[in-house]
């Protein structure tokens, strides 16, 4: 596997999103079974293409697009649990191991000042979401 593999990318953005105690229910895509049960949950993937900087392949940049959902109360967006998931995405590290493969490893490190609100929107399923986006590079050791 490469820097340009999402997957492992995914992965560990999900991992550190669990672990900062966003929500414990995290996945790259949106799951198409019913979420009846969840109060909240969170999508987080690559958006776009991974990019390469130096021609070694050893640095890339990509996006990394967070969506945080939860469940609306009364008809009405949860306004205070979203804001309660963002503030525990803002506090996560800006440095995230990552295992490219069985021998290959690397990091991925936010982008200072790159992080974006891009709004709330009710995904007319009996959840809002707030869509954030975080630029980072990818490093390969």
């Not at 079974?33 to 392949?57: M, T, Y």
Request: proline share 5%; aromatic share 8%; net charge positive.
């Amino acid at each position: 596997m490469s820097i340009y593999d999402q997957t492992p990318i995914e992965t560990a953005i999900c991992d550190a999103i669990r672990n900062a105690g966003v929500s414990k229910n995290v996945w790259p895509n949106r799951p198409r079974s019913s979420q009846e049960n969840l109060g909240e949950f969170v999508v987080a993937r690559v958006s776009g293409p991974i990019r390469p900087l130096v021609a070694d392949g050893k640095l890339a940049e990509c996006t990394i697009s967070i969506a945080l959902f939860s469940r609306n109360v009364q008809n009405m967006k949860n306004s205070k649990k979203l804001s309660v998931m963002q503030g525990k995405v803002e506090s996560l590290p800006l440095r995230k191991d990552v295992t490219f493969g069985e021998s290959q490893t690397g990091k991925i490190i936010f982008k200072p000042f790159s992080y974006r609100v891009l709004g709330d929107k009710d995904d007319e399923n009996g959840y809002h979401f707030r869509l954030l986006n975080i630029q980072a590079f990818i490093q390969n050791q």
